[in-house]
């Protein structure tokens, strides 16, 4: 039993296995990379545009759902699936355009929900519309890019849009009936009590999910030039369990956990050096909370 509200776990008790992630590319775009907003993209986002790839994104959706669907039957025994649209900004098309992708990516029997990875800037009310339609049948999430809840903080990575965006977004899709993921970035130059404060904030709008990563720099980005300047430092891998428990301890016990460490590609990685050893962080983490004789939730009713 872990002290944290895992997604997996959330998703075991409510379809009575456990459910794996198949990940999907549709060769979506980001209005912060193509110049719509601005050039170069968030300062820390890749050429991979945060994809984990398992399989060749070359294949056709109906194919990357099928193969995916093979690996992890085969490799995991697994039974029930979602469809996880996770490169760029998997919303950043035209309403009939997303229809036909998500449609493809839930013609499976064995498939139960959806997740889609996007910004909050690129959604609107026809989209919403559309994206609320398959929560009558299906576990269906919209998984936005906040990072911070601080406006100066989304302006020194370069995310072009600001706070108000988020909840504008967020309330959106809760009015229709849609979970709702904020992705968040610990470090970035805020002082503790400022990561802090995103945690508080997320606990009172009732966030449904969050998805926690650590600042790195990756190969060809910003943030990797800047590191290299002297610019930027990043935690050690102690310093960001530390605030993982932190940040957990003020987030509801009801809020499902979609990520605390990313594992990373190693021939990517410039910076932390620990960065990659996910297992070995969550381990950290579950012996951090032991030792405090704490949990997720711990502090919510105390200092909320």
């Not at 794996?20 to 050039?39: E, M, Q, W």
């Not at 891998?237 to 993982?244: F, G, P």
């Amino acid at each position: 039993m872990k002290r944290y509200n895992q997604f997996s776990a959330y998703l075991k008790n409510k379809f009575g296995v456990k459910v794996y992630k198949i990940t999907l590319d549709a060769g979506f775009s980001c209005p912060n990379r193509d110049g719509t907003i601005s050039d170069g993209g968030c300062i820390f986002c890749d050429e991979g545009g945060s994809f984990a790839q398992t399989y060749s994104n070359k294949l056709s959706l109906d194919e990357q759902l099928r193969e995916g669907i093979k690996l992890q039957s085969e490799r995991f025994k697994a039974k029930k699936f979602m469809s996880y649209f996770q490169a760029y900004s998997n919303t950043y098309k035209p309403v009939k355009e997303l229809e036909k992708i998500y449609n493809s990516a839930l013609n499976h029997p064995d498939i139960v929900g959806i997740s889609i990875g996007t910004r909050p800037d690129c959604v609107d009310d026809e989209k919403i519309k559309l994206i609320s339609n398959y929560t009558k049948d299906y576990e269906t999430w919209l998984e936005y890019g906040l990072q911070s809840i601080h406006n100066k903080t989304l302006k020194r990575i370069n995310r072009g849009h600001d706070y108000e965006c988020f909840l504008r977004a967020f309330e959106k899709a809760k009015n229709s009936g849609i979970k709702v993921c904020a992705h968040v970035i610990l470090g970035m130059w805020e002082t503790h009590d400022e990561m802090m404060q995103t945690a508080k904030e997320l606990a009172r709008i009732g966030i449904d999910g969050v998805k926690l990563h650590q600042f790195s720099a990756l190969k060809g980005t910003e943030l990797a030039k800047m590191y290299e300047r002297g610019e930027i430092d990043f935690e050690t891998e102690d310093e960001y369990v530390s605030l993982l428990c932190d940040f957990l301890e003020y987030l509801p016990k009801e809020t499902t956990i979609h990520r605390l460490a990313g594992n990373g590609l190693v021939s990517e990685n410039i910076a932390p050096l620990w960065l990659g050893k996910k297992w070995e962080c969550l381990n950290k983490l579950d012996k951090e909370f032991e030792r405090r004789n704490s949990y997720q939730g711990y502090k919510v009713s105390s200092e909320l």
